[in-house]
């Protein structure tokens, strides 16, 4: 079976093509026979393409920034055709998968997607305004050049559908409840995929492991898994809530929004840019939300750099801890996405916090550049891991197993 994944992240879209023969899935994830990303951020007006195969082939292109739908239609071509194409015609798709971020109170597990799951989508829209719009046009794309071809959605929502009333509902008045105004929790996907990675590497059973797991990519987000669920995690109505970000703002008291409206005029749409563009990592530093650019301008002396370090390390700690209540312990935390993969000088600080527990990172492992491996000193009370986040391959697998 050959299955297109599209994951439209905030600031990027990536793709990849799997071909997943035999009657069972592999117990490894499989490496993708095509992937394609394409990333906004660098230069304004700018899409950075780039291409690669399983074969070792690749290809590296710069596009003025046209829109999603045409930068799908120029990534789909290098399918076919070119010294990256890995397949005669589109029509060998047997499936497309998408990640859907926002799939509200209707969707708890992966579905077909039809009319009405668009509809869906698109009435969410309002709730996750990087994501949902960016997934809808990403399905109308497939639909345009793939014809009738399956499409499955793969909701970010869905995973921590199982979370319990307490960590789920905000204490507001009631009605907030009766209109679908509670904690979702986004990254799903990803939490669900590493949640199992750890407890494979670990040897252990999942349903006996206490997880946190910690994505911090772009969105960051922790989620508290116990006997394989997600009992709790910091994002909320929308993917604003909990950590600080490259460019959201996470968790802020909600009386300096009432401030802002009443004393200095906002607009709801100047709230909406302030909170999820020009925060974060970004706002406190006036440098940029990438962490790399974060800590070449400490690297430079930028106080206001550093600033924006101290206070992302300080709310990742805290969270921690809270998390670490709502498990009633810990077994393993987990570290996934761009800055949690990549970051050694986060996770140690991150760790540092803990230490009164009996958790001990082994430093040379955790900056050796690890993946999917336990960087915890032998003697630790808690395991580290690392894990590379799958978000393709483990949409890549809910096709399969909707489809077979
Ligand atoms: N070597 C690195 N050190 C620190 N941060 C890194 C490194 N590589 C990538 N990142 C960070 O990862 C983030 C992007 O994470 P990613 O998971 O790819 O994002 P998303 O999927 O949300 O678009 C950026 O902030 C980038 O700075
Ligand atoms: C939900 C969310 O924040 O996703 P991303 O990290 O891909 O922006
Ligand atoms: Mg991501």
Partial sequence: MKILVLNAGSSSQKSCLYEITGKALPQEPLQPLWEGKVDWTHHQGVAEIEVKTATGESLQAEISAE?????????????????????????????????????????????????????????????????????????????????????????????????????????????????????????????????????????????????????????????????????????????LDGLMMGSRSGAVDPGILIHLLRQDGYTVDKLDHVLNKNSGLRGI??????????????????????????????????????????????DALVFTAGVGENAADIRAAACEAFEFLGLKLDSQKNMGNPVDSDIAAPDSTVRVLVIHTQEDWAIATECWQLLM
């Fill in 67 to 239: 829109s999603r739908p045409q930068v799908i239609a120029y990534l789909l071509d290098t399918l076919y055709k070119g010294s990256t194409q890995v397949i005669d015609e589109l029509s060998e798709i047997d499936v497309v998968g998408h990640r859907v971020v926002h799939g509200g109170q209707e969707y708890r597990v992966s579905v077909a997607i039809t009319e009405d799951v668009k509809d869906a989508i698109a009435r969410l829209c309002t709730l996750a305004p990087a994501h949902n719009p960016a997934n809808l046009q990403g399905i109308e794309a497939i639909e345009q050049l793939l014809g009738d071809v399956p499409q499955i959605a793969v909701f970010d929502t869905a995973f921590h559908s199982s979370m319990p009333d307490a960590a789920a509902i905000y204490p507001g008045p009631y009605e907030w409840v009766e209109q679908g105004i509670r904690r979702y929790g986004f990254h799903g996907i990803s939490h669900q995929y590493c949640a199992q990675r750890t407890a494979q590497i670990l040897g252990r059973d999942l349903a006996s492991l206490r997880l946190i797991t910690c994505h911090l990519g772009n969105g960051c987000s922790l989620a508290a898994v116990k006997n394989g669920r997600s009992i709790d995690t910091t994002m909320g109505f929308t993917p």
């Fill in 285 to 330: 530093s006036g440098v940029s939300g990438d962490m790399r650019r974060i800590r070449e301008a400490i690297a430079q002396g930028n106080s206001r750099a550093q600033l924006a370090w101290d206070i992302y390390v300080h709310r990742l700690q805290s969270y921690i801890g809270a998390t670490i209540a709502s498990l009633r312990g810990l």
